[in-house]
C-alpha cells in the first residue's frame, strides 16, 4: 500500500521551532520530488517548498525562506521540514506530496500541489502563545 505519513506537528510558541517528517512505504522516495505544502482554515491550500529527486536541489517560497530548510534521507525514505523562527501566520495544516516528474517544479509547489501523484493525510502546526 502506497503512503505518505506526516509528523512531528504540535503547538508551539512564537519563535520556537519544529521538524516534521514525510515517510513512505510502499513506493521509495528517491525517484520522487516531495513538496511541503499547508492549508490554514478558511484559506486554500499554498505551496511551502520542494526537495528534487534528481539533484537534490531545494526551493522555498518567499514567507519560509531563511527560517525552513527541507532535506531528504533516502535511507529512510523520509523528508523533513525543519521550521525555525516560527511564527502565529505559519499556523496550518501541513501536507508532503510526491510527484515522479521533475519538470516544473516550482510552478507545482506555487500552485498548491497540483498534479502530485501522492499525499499525506496533513499534520496540524500551531503556532501561539
Known amino acids: 500500500q502506497v503512503q505518505l505519513v506526516e509528523s512531528g506537528g504540535g503547538l508551539v510558541q512564537p519563535g520556537g521551532s519544529l521538524r516534521l517528517s514525510c515517510a513512505a512505504s510502499g513506493f521509495t522516495l528517491d525517484y520522487y520530488a516531495i513538496g511541503w505544502f499547508r492549508q490554514a482554515p478558511g484559506q486554500e491550500r499554498e505551496g511551502v517548498s520542494y526537495?528534487?529527486?534528481?539533484?537534490?536541489?531545494?526551493y522555498y517560497v518567499d514567507s519560509v525562506k531563511g527560517r525552513f530548510t527541507i532535506s531528504r534521507d533516502n535511507a529512510k525514505n523520509t523528508v523533513y521540514l525543519q521550521m525555525n523562527s516560527l511564527k502565529p501566520e505559519d499556523t496550518a495544516v501541513y501536507y508532503c506530496?510526491?510527484?515522479?516528474?521533475?519538470?516544473?517544479?516550482?510552478?507545482?509547489?506555487?500552485?498548491?500541489?497540483?498534479?502530485?501523484?501522492?499525499w499525506g493525510q496533513g499534520t496540524q502546526v500551531t503556532v501561539s502563545s
Open positions: 506530496a510526491a510527484r515522479r516528474s521533475i519538470q516544473r517544479l516550482r510552478l507545482w509547489v506555487l500552485s498548491g500541489g497540483d498534479r502530485s501523484d501522492y
Open positions: 526537495i528534487s529527486s534528481s539533484d537534490g536541489s531545494t
